[in-house]
């Protein structure tokens, strides 16, 4: 929310599932959409209340590349490659580094060990 002046996210991409629902929810912004295409951390929510997401006016969809065709997929990549990576490239887009750890046996363990505390707020780096 800090990063919205407390406004919230127009879209939040969650590829986690489950145990990042409550979180998604609340850095909604109000008539937010919620795009949900992956469940690393599970698919049943305890507790599930919708009030979280009607409260926001919030549109939520779900998502598998899994069932997709080829053809599908290279359309995806090619529109991405077209519509946002250029984002990224003006910086109207902006990538957040949380850390950055050294190409070594303790220094894998130590990015692994904070990305599974979830503790990172946005990339963590493994430097060559």
């Given amino acids: 929310m800090n990063y919205t002046n407390n ?5 939040v991409l ?7 629902f409550d979180n998604n929810c609340k850095v909604l912004a109000m008539d937010g959409s919620l795009v949900v295409y992956g469940l690393m951390g599970g698919s049943k929510i305890e507790n599930f209340d919708y ?3 009607l ?3 919030a549109n939520m969809s779900c998502t598998s590349l899994r069932s997709r065709s080829d053809d ?3 359309k995806l990549v090619s529109e991405f490659t077209k519509n946002i990576l250029p984002g990224f490239a003006n910086e109207s887009f902006k990538i957040i580094f949380d850390s950055k750890f050294d190409f070594s046996d303790e220094g894998i363990r130590a990015a692994h060990e904070r ?14």
């Fill in 7 to 11: 406004k919230g996210c127009n879209s």
């Fill in 14 to 20: 969650d590829h986690v599932g489950a145990t990042e």
């Fill in 51 to 53: 009030k979280k997401l």
């Fill in 55 to 57: 409260s926001k006016r």
């Fill in 72 to 74: 599908y997929k290279a």
């Fill in 115 to 128: 990305m599974e505390s979830n503790l990172n707020i946005g990339k963590i780096l493994i430097e060559l």
